[in-house]
């Protein structure tokens, strides 16, 4: 986005009676999302959204954050395996991560919880505060092809602080990852997905990956399209 192009964005989720209430604001607002859109243009992104809806009676807050970034991988099962041991032992106990077959190959899928601080003035409270946030993160090796000159690699990074919602967002991210599809002629999408056998032991120790057990699940659409 261009600066006009993110005022226009504020202006038009936010009432412009409360804007000129508020010009300091509308002026921080504007810059932080002109800042965030260019970040995220440099970060290689093809999507950024959030979701808000009702589960069970509460309110539930996901983002999804979907990248391409150039990645030699070599062979596509081996980096996935690679991706898995490397995030997980870089993480700590608190992550657990499997490769899973897809409909577009082998898919290194991480999960865990980051703590988010949140400062004294920026809290309800009025004091610090420490907020868990889930997070599941897919990478999926491109498959080759006649159209991609190189090689690269699709990350799906998704958290949500409404730990008690992960069973129903764990359903879409699976939703979007059987959803991918690519344009190359001759790639076969099979109608399931189902999980790659851990291919060493290395990673026997880990927790079971969130989404394995809704890889049969039947979902026809998530909150994000």
């Not at 999926?140 to 006649?146: D, H, K, S, T």
């Amino acid at each position: 986005m261009t600066i006009e192009e993110a005022q226009q964005e504020i202006t038009t989720r936010i009432s412009r009676e409360s804007l000129d209430a508020k010009p300091v604001m509308f002026r921080n607002l504007t810059r932080n999302l002109y800042k965030a859109s260019q970040a995220l243009e440099k970060s290689g992104a093809l999507y950024a959204g959030t979701c808000i809806r009702a589960y069970d009676g509460e309110l539930s807050l996901g983002t999804l954050l979907v990248t391409v970034t150039p990645f030699e991988f070599g062979d596509a099962a081996v980096a996935a395996d690679g991706i898995v041991r490397s995030l997980t032992a870089a993480r700590g106990d608190s992550w657990a991560g499997s490769v899973l077959d897809t409909p577009n190959g082998p898919t290194a899928v991480l999960s865990g919880v980051n703590s988010f601080p949140i400062p004294a003035e920026n809290s309800p409270s009025d004091e610090a505060l420490t907020l868990p946030i889930a997070e599941i993160q897919a990478f999926l090796p491109v498959p080759q092809g006649p159209e991609n000159e190189e090689q690269c690699l699709v990350s799906i990074n998704f958290t949500t602080p409404c730990e008690d919602h992960w069973d129903e967002y764990c359903s879409d991210i699976v939703e979007i990852l059987r959803s991918m599809t690519f344009d190359q002629p001759g790639l076969a999408i099979p109608t399931s997905a189902h999980p790659a056998p851990e291919s060493s032991p290395g990673l026997t120790s880990a927790k079971p990956n969130p989404i394995a057990s809704h890889l049969d699940s039947e979902r026809s659409a998530t909150p994000f399209g």
